[in-house]
């Protein structure tokens, strides 16, 4: 199954730098539907409005981190199955392990390339 | 604490007038000893009457001994506060990291920005002849080197916090060695509090030292 290249994308990161860096790199991959957000709580909010074919988020955010939004996805019967991929400075063993119970998709540490962030979609959203 | 020539004598033995001297004299050093500690002032004292037994001849020298610990106590304390020059600290060197540490994070936000801007001109940049387009993606790529030199300042910059972190770091190890100070239970503010346990639960670590605890590959063995 071949990526869906028109699918909309949300990336939640509350650096402004880091967004555009992902929305560069979704850009090289093909990807033109991109949406941002800057915390959980935001995040939630568009998802609620938007049908979204994958979640790109960081963990470390205020007021709701990546890990809550993650859990808040996967509690609500509509957004349980929408992909998630954490990318993220958080790298110790036990919060991927915690990430993965969570239920995400998939996992990215910063800094990371575009081969690897295609990588992931495609092992996320089938290629 | 013993006296030189100090024996204590037995309750309701009768001292011999060497012992009352040398405890007036003990008595006398302790006495001028807290005064200059806590007055910084000479010890001032009401000359006893003509004919009367001294009344430090009462004192019981084991009060004597710990009232000189005390006061050494004291004398210690108060050198240790003050090597620790916590005005200059205060008035100087927090508020300098504090700013310089703020100027860094401008510094590589802004340097990230002008970065960010030529790279992505760069990818939209057209033109009909080699030569044109040739001096159109060079002019961007000068504009990233002179974004990157916000790494030499910014690198000064974080020199001075470094070095002002390690001259707390000095003058708190010499005040604890000073004073024998041990960690007590420290009572929290409930603000730190909840930010500390909402991090915890939430397990935000941020960046780890070094590079990642875990390294991609590994991640990707636990996804496989």
Redesign the interface.
Known sequence: MALDLGMPILVVDDYQ?MV??IR?LLKQLGFEDVDDASDGTGALAKLKQKKYGLVISD??MEPM?G??LLRHVRADDGLRTTPFIMVT??????????A?KAGV??????P?NAQ?LKTKIE?VCGA | MTSPGWRRPAHGVRRTGKERVVLRQTTERVYSSIARVLGDAPAERRPEPAGRAPKASGIDPAVVGELKEIADYITRLKSGIAALRAQELMRDRLPMAHDELGSVVAATAGATNSIMEAAEAILVIEDSTLDGYRAKVESRIYEIFEACTFQDITGQRISKVVEALGQLEKRLESFATTVKIQDGEAKLDPEDAKRQSRAETLMLNGPQLKGPATPQDAIDALFS
Do not use: D, G, L, Q
């Open positions: 730098t555009r860096i560069n963990w470390n981190t890990y809550e400075a958080e790298s110790k063993t036990e919060n991927v392990i915690a993965k998709n998939n996992y990215i540490v910063k990371f690897t092992a």
